[in-house]
């Protein structure tokens, strides 16, 4: 089955810095790469999601690149802001969501 | 419209007691989904649903039963619960091609055994 694999565990950075937080797949068949946003005490929320045709997504101050000869796909996070502190998840996909183990991010003031 | 619900938020059970986990989604999905996070392992699918009547095994189905009598509705069941099932439950839900749509979750239950 897929195996993903996320990078760092736990990410501090400054009000205003950039994040970045990466993730690996090992099944060349996924095709699509969706990103959850989780706040304390709730379920994961979609708030962006990337497929196999296209290598760059943005929205706002979020954005998904995808390289799928490397297979590897990012989230970054542009001017953070304190409500972005939160646990991220990537996930991939062949016909069924795996999960990486999670990136708890603190934006610090 | 309230999306996926979950009932209960907390349970405590002791080892080899029994319960089942509520799942209700009001967006006519046909997808339903069951989830357990424990740390450091993110989350990891127990049994799915591709429709009313359906089910199937995820990655981690043992000890756990489900059923989908209604198209709303997707239960997890414990029959003789373990320690090694204290985790975060989360149901998700998508409307249809479950691998690529978009899947909703609900906003947990924690349980703990004892």
């Known amino acids: 089955g897929e195996n993903v694999e996320q990078h760092p565990s736990t990410l501090s950075v400054q009000e205003g810095d950039s994040a970045v937080i990466k993730c690996t797949y090992s099944?060349?068949?996924?095709?699509?790469f969706p990103w959850y946003k989780q706040e304390l005490g709730k379920g994961p929320q979609l708030i962006i999601d990337?497929?196999?045709?296209?290598g760059e997504k943005k929205d706002q101050r979020i954005a998904v690149t995808l390289n799928k000869t490397a297979k590897h796909f990012s989230l970054h996070i542009t001017e953070t802001q304190p409500e972005d502190s939160a646990v991220y998840f990537c996930?991939?996909?062949?016909?069924?969501?795996?999960f990486g183990a999670g990136t708890t991010v603190t934006v610090r003031a | 419209n309230a999306g996926v619900t979950q009932t209960p938020k907390f349970r405590v059970l002791k080892t080899g007691q029994s319960m089942t986990l509520l799942c209700a989604q009001d967006?006519?999905?046909?997808?339903m989904y069951w989830y357990r996070q424990d740390p450091g392992m993110g989350l990891r699918l127990i049994h799915y649903s591709v429709g009313e009547g359906t089910t199937a095994k995820g990655e981690v189905p043992d000890g756990y039963n489900v059923s989908r009598l209604k198209k709303q509705n997707f239960l997890l069941g414990l029959e003789s619960a373990a320690p090694s099932q204290t985790s975060v439950y989360f149901c998700?839900?998508?409307?249809?091609?479950?691998?690529?749509?978009?899947?909703?979750f609900g906003p947990g239950t924690r349980l703990t055994v004892l």
């Open positions: 099944d060349s068949a996924s095709n699509y």
């Open positions: 998700a839900s998508s409307y249809s091609r479950g691998s690529t749509d978009t899947q909703y």
């Open positions: 996930a991939a996909s062949p016909y069924k969501l795996s």
């Open positions: 990337i497929r196999s045709n296209v």
């Open positions: 967006m006519n999905h046909e997808y």
